[in-house]
């Protein structure tokens, strides 16, 4: 392999889906942490962003990632609402997905904001897989934690098994009726062509392994071009949450999708009125696996690239908006950047 892995970035993941079919809890999973317990009245109600490095990634999907197969440096999920209220929330998070995960109950099947979330994906033509979560849920189903589904299916009564599919080959049909040849995901061939369907359960873990190892091979086989960045060039993202921080005043959480940002940079963020142009005071990143929405200890940082979920600290942040860009200024034209941000 001749590439220079640090000029490939972190594909970002964007997690979509309806109300409830498990979007928080399957993060939660891969994370190895309970971000849902912190959520008023248990519904997502901003944008999150976690990185997985490639490590994680491995050691939880075993056998099915050997990280020497692999030169992407993890995941970048992106966790969204499902609440039929917050629409925007979900085309920002579809808007900043390379490649994404519809999760689907399977007991609940399509839902309005599934077909909402396939919309998304739809115009953005972002490649996909669907997560068919809550496998556990089948009655009389045996459950065997963090398995990967062929040993889990393996273990499973026959009645089980052709219960599940059943439920399996209704989400199938419904991803056809709305245009999308899918099939279940080790029958899929070329995952450009068709969308594969991965049978999980964020509460025992069961096809995270699988789950993780498709997004992974997907995203190396598929998307490995488009990861090709500058990262030392100007850093470029988009504003997740505009937040008060002890000691810092008003900051924002962006992700920041191209480039890097440093903690000299003069940066340039969309504002209410007029863009904002203003000198980073302080860049914040979350520990790996932690939720930039409710991380509490942040690491102060010189640089960061592309693409990682951080907190930047600066004046006369106030007037920033959640969805607004950002854009690092460097050695380019200020003005030419002012343009850049009001025409986004
Ligand atoms: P929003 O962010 O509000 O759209 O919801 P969400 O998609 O993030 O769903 P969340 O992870 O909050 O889960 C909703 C409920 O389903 C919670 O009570 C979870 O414990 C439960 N749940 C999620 N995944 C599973 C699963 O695989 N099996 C079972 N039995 N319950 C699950
Ligand atoms: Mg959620």
Do not use: C
Not at 83 to 110: E, M, Q, W, Y
Not at 115 to 124: K, P
């Amino acid at each position: 392999d001749t590439h220079d892995p640090t000029s490939l970035r972190t594909p970002i993941v964007a997690v979509l889906g309806h109300v409830d079919h498990g979007k928080t809890s399957l993060l939660d999973k891969i994370r190895g942490s309970a971000v849902i317990e912190g959520e008023a009245g248990a519904i997502t109600q901003h944008i999150g962003a976690t990185a997985v490095p490639l490590d994680v990634v491995s050691s939880i999907a075993g056998e099915l990632v050997d990280p020497d197969d692999f030169d992407l440096p993890g995941l970048l999920f992106i966790d969204t609402p499902g609440h039929h209220s917050f629409t925007t929330l979900r085309s920002r998070g579809g808007a900043l997905a390379d490649i994404a995960i519809l999760v689907v109950d399977v007991n609940d099947g399509f839902q309005p904001q599934t077909l909402e979330a396939l919309d998304i994906l739809r115009r953005s033509e972002t490649p996909f897989i669907v997560a068919a979560n809550k496998i556990d849920t089948v009655p009389g189903w045996n459950e065997n934690e963090n398995s990967p589904i062929n040993d889990t299916y393996e273990s499973q009564s026959d009645r089980v098994t052709s219960r599940l599919d059943e439920k399996l080959y209704e989400i199938i049909g419904n991803l056809s009726d709305e245009g999308f040849s899918a099939d279940l995901y080790w029958r899929v061939q070329n995952f450009q062509r068709n969308v594969g369907v991965v049978p999980v359960s964020a509460m025992t873990g069961e096809g995270v392994p699988d789950l993780l190892a498709v997004m992974m091979g997907l995203s190396q086989r598929y998307m490995k071009e488009e990861m090709e960045i500058d990262v030392a060039g100007p850093g470029v993202g988009t504003v997740l949450e505009v937040k008060e921080e002890k000691g810092f005043g008003k900051t924002i959480d962006i992700v920041l999708y191209d480039g890097t940002i440093r903690a000299d940079d003069t940066i340039v963020v969309g504002g209410q009125n007029d863009p904002i142009v203003t000198e980073v005071r302080a860049l914040l990143q979350p520990r790996p696996l932690a939720e930039i929405r409710t991380e509490s200890r942040f690491e102060k940082v010189d640089e960061v690239s592309a693409a990682a979920g951080i907190k930047v600290a600066a004046p006369e942040l106030g007037d920033a908006m959640a969805g607004a860009p950002v854009r690092v200024v460097r050695d380019r034209d200020l003005d030419d950047v002012i343009d850049e941000v009001e025409a986004e």
